[in-house]
């Protein structure tokens, strides 16, 4: 209820934005022609979703469309802080997406102004995190839920997966994209996707809770943690940041 409730927001405030910049339009005197309909520009981006590109479609001054796909393993970094504990990540992105691109000073004569933008819209989430953390020495120690574990034999570990399983998912942005020549711009955008929770797989393999003498406490610990992953909030939100360069012809 929650997606369907922001996708919701997300398409009557797309439409708002559309009606207010198709109303300057006509009063500035423009006009759509369908030959709009052809992409006017593509570019290439890569962030913590991947990397790849998009097309781009320029309606008006005030508003525009980006249809992009971003895929691969590439992140900014590898790993992922869970709960005051560093897990190496491999990533496996695949995400495909559709926003408006509403520029309030879209026919603003200044040239950084122009570039301010406001991003709604839509994405196709697939994306997988591989985790694992770990112990190869029985006075290391490793936190999970607030509680330290060791390995008992002297080696130890928890591994498992983070999956955004082909989820349909709201998205809100704020972007920056100035025009460097006629033809070339860069660009650079923040923002994030509603998910909702992702699914979660994880397994402790020979790990023991510091001070306990039950050898499944580390197990107990890995359902735990994942049962949070689930259904902790703060793992609702998929944030995005990303930065690349664009022609446009």
Do not use: C
């Not at 120690?141 to 130890?156: R, S």
């Not at 944030?239 to 360069?245: F, I, N, Q, R």
């Amino acid at each position: 209820m929650k997606v369907l409730k922001l996708l919701a927001v997300t398409a009557a405030l797309s439409a708002s934005g559309l009606a207010m910049a198709d109303g300057s339009v006509v009063d500035q005197g423009y006009a759509f022609e369908a030959n709009k309909l052809i992409p006017t520009g593509a570019r290439l981006e890569v962030g913590t979703t991947g990397y790849g590109g998009a097309l781009l479609w320029t309606a008006n001054p005030y508003v525009g469309l980006a249809l992009g796909y971003n895929g691969g393993d590439i992140s900014w970094s590898d790993d992922l802080s869970i709960d005051g504990t560093k897990y190496d990540m491999d990533l496996d992105n695949n995400l495909t997406y559709l926003n408006a691109e509403i520029r309030p000073w879209g026919a603003s004569e200044n040239a950084l102004a122009q570039g301010l933008y406001v991003a709604a819209g839509v994405g196709y989430v697939d994306s997988k995190y591989d985790l694992k953390k770990s112990l190869h020495n029985s006075n290391d120690t490793l936190k999970i839920d607030g509680k330290n574990y060791y390995a008992p034999n002297g080696n130890g570990s928890i591994n498992g997966k983070v999956d955004y399983d082909n989820q349909i998912a709201p998205y809100v942005g704020f972007g920056w994209a100035p025009k460097i020549t006629k033809n070339i711009g860069v660009f650079g955008e923040v923002g994030a996707y509603y998910t909702g929770n992702p699914t979660a797989n994880l397994k402790a393999v020979g790990l023991q809770e510091v001070g306990s003498i039950d050898p499944t406490s580390g197990a107990d610990a890995a359902d735990r943690l994942e049962n949070k992953i689930r259904n902790d909030d703060k793992y609702q939100w998929l944030p995005v940041g990303k930065v690349g360069v664009s022609y446009h012809w």
